[in-house]
């Protein structure tokens, strides 16, 4: 599969873009000097809500892999998609992410309520978005959904701790 010279020529601009982005944060505010958010959190019962809530995005997205319309009729996904038994996948997927949401609830009521709210606000917008961009889902938008869901997640759960 080739691309076009004006799609070369984008992703090159993209790449530059973001590259010198990054390369033009001062060090204070790069990852060598701060730390991430999953090491502002010390509390094991919320370290608990944050390693669960990695088991929920996942959960979350073969849900959504079995679940939304496919953005393409090729690719991985797609076959996945196609050839799994539908609604047993589904309902064990579904099993899966309200036994983790349970957990997380039983960890801390409010710190999990949030965190496995924050799950569903990206899961909500991981399917609007990727249904008005592309029609569908694809295995990158289900990458995608899996890092913002973690890390809003995480970020939720670290803000939980600080405020107390």
């Known amino acids: ?6 799609e070369n020529g984008l992703r090159r601009a993209s790449f530059k873009c973001i590259f010198t982005s990054a390369s033009s944060f001062p060090k204070s505010v790069t990852a060598e000097r701060n730390p991430a ?33 496919s953005a393409k009729k090729e690719g991985m996904l797609f076959q996945f998609a196609d050839t799994a038994r539908k609604n047993l996948v589904r309902s064990a997927l579904c099993v899966q992410a309200v036994m983790c949401i349970g957990f997380m609830l039983w960890q801390s009521l409010w710190a999990g309520g949030i965190a496995a709210a924050v799950a569903l606000g ?43």
């Open 1 to 6: 599969m080739s691309s076009s010279p004006s």
């Open 37 to 69: 958010a999953f090491s502002e959190i010390s509390e094991k019962h919320l370290l608990r809500i944050v390693c669960a809530g990695f088991f929920l995005s996942r959960s979350l997205s073969g849900i959504g892999v079995v679940t939304f319309p």
């Open 122 to 164: 990206v899961f909500a917008y991981y399917y609007i978005r990727s249904k008005k961009e592309l029609g569908g889902v694809t295995g990158d938008t289900a990458g995608y959904f899996v890092l913002l869901c973690e890390a809003g997640m995480v970020v939720s759960t670290a803000l939980m701790q600080h405020l107390g």
